[in-house]
């Protein structure tokens, strides 16, 4: 059963959300019959209400999206929410629809999107894994943090090769070794007001930790917003050989620690947008043309299910004419599907700014 306190948050929170202008896909899908239908439901293990669901969402109306799961169960009691709102931002995912089996590819097809080093800064590509075994940030215990903090860092020391490196805990870092990782860019902050509203920063710094290899070409981050996020980067636009790398790792790290998978909805995260494949392939690219051109770069980016951000990512400004632009659908595809689509979108606006 839910607690009276917590059915008045829920009931204080949409009234206030209801009259809201909020954009967010909480406030298009949380209808009163919904909420209602959903209010008195708990996740069997974890006991997770629908506050713990949509508490971002409700604190902050200008949420993009407003809903995390706080354990894998989530996905199911609260699927009324969920679903509406995962078919919306992944592209028409429906409830009935199954995420295809994991697939990434023949990596040898992609190759560098812009040989002349004239418009790509940099590219990236990064997925997120959940540890089977144990439930998403919320519900977290300080001692579940610290046990898959050392399950992650035996782990990644046994890697070889390009991905050997170190692993880095956030607890008792030296100053020196710190201020290194931000300015590598490496070191992630305590979260955001969305992430702290959902609950998704307790026990900071305690279990979290950064892991990268000696080129500074391959990164892993225990315990940010998801158990795992695995990231290869590279300066240019070298997308074949950082797809490689990051397929190479995540085989590698999977034989020793086993993820969480849903025959429906692909690979576990906390937030529904990373969803499936959870594979965000992205470039820092300089359009100049194109920025001055802001309809036509989203409508080419719409074709190829591009997201165009700001240069420091979500929420910010391009600087410079820089922007972020990466790959949209994570769902209903498979992960070499994913990167092909960022491939084929980027090549097609490179080639468009060389037009202009």
């Known amino acids: 059963m839910v607690d009276a306190a917590v059915l008045a948050k829920l009931e204080e929170g949409y009234a206030k959300l209801a009259a809201s202008d909020s954009k967010s896909l909480l406030k298009k899908y949380l209808t009163k019959e919904v909420f209602d239908n959903l209010k008195n439901k708990v996740t069997p293990t974890f006991k997770s209400t629908l506050l713990d669901v949509i508490q971002s969402g409700l604190e902050n109306h200008d949420s993009g999206v407003g809903?995390?799961?706080?354990?894998?169960?989530?996905?199911?009691?609260?699927?009324?929410?969920f679903d509406p709102i995962i078919e919306d931002y992944h592209g028409g995912f429906k409830k009935t629809d199954k995420h295809p089996a994991s697939d990434f590819g023949d990596v040898s097809t992609f190759g560098n999107v812009d040989p002349t080093k004239e418009y790509v800064i940099s590219t990236r590509v990064r997925c997120g894994r959940s540890m089977?075994?144990?439930?998403?940030?919320?519900c977290l215990t300080e001692a579940q943090y610290k046990e898959m903090e050392s399950k992650v860092s035996s782990?990644?020391?046994?890697?070889?090769?390009?991905?050997?490196?170190?692993?880095?805990?956030?607890?008792?870092?030296?100053?020196?070794?710190?201020?290194?990782?931000?300015?590598?860019?490496?070191?992630?902050?305590?979260?955001d007001r969305f992430l702290q509203a959902a609950n998704a920063c307790r026990y900071w710094p305690s279990g979290r930790g950064i892991y990268h290899?000696?080129?500074?070409?391959?990164?892993?981050?225990?315990?940010?917003?998801?158990?795992?996020?695995i990231i290869s980067m590279q300066q240019g636009g070298d997308l074949g050989e950082i797809y490689r790398r990051l397929v190479t790792a995540v085989?590698?790290?999977?034989?020793?620690?086993?993820?969480?998978?849903?025959?429906?909805?692909g690979f576990l995260t906390f937030c529904p947008t990373n969803l499936g494949t959870t594979i965000r392939?992205?470039?820092?690219?300089?359009?100049?043309k194109l920025a001055s051109n802001k309809a036509k770069l989203e409508e080419v980016a719409a074709k190829y299910n591009l997201q165009v951000r700001g240069t420091r990512g979500e929420h910010t400004e391009a600087e410079g004419g820089v922007y972020d632009i990466s790959n949209k659908r994570r769902m209903g595809l498979t992960e070499y599907q994913a990167v092909k689509e960022m491939y084929d979108g980027i090549t097609e606006l490179i080639k468009l700014e060389k037009s202009l």
């Open 281 to 288: 392939a992205s470039v820092h690219i300089k359009v100049p």
């Open 67 to 81: 809903i995390y799961a706080p354990d894998a169960e989530a996905y199911t009691v609260f699927a009324d929410l």
């Open 251 to 265: 085989n590698e790290i999977e034989k020793r620690v086993p993820f969480s998978h849903d025959d429906r909805l």
């Open 132 to 138: 089977q075994g144990y439930p998403f940030n919320p």
């Open 213 to 229: 290899n000696d080129n500074k070409t391959f990164l892993v981050w225990c315990n940010e917003e998801d158990h795992l996020r």
């Open 155 to 191: 782990t990644l020391s046994g890697l070889e090769g390009e991905l050997k490196g170190k692993f880095y805990p956030l607890t008792g870092m030296e100053k020196a070794v710190q201020q290194q990782l931000i300015d590598d860019h490496f070191l992630f902050k305590e979260g």
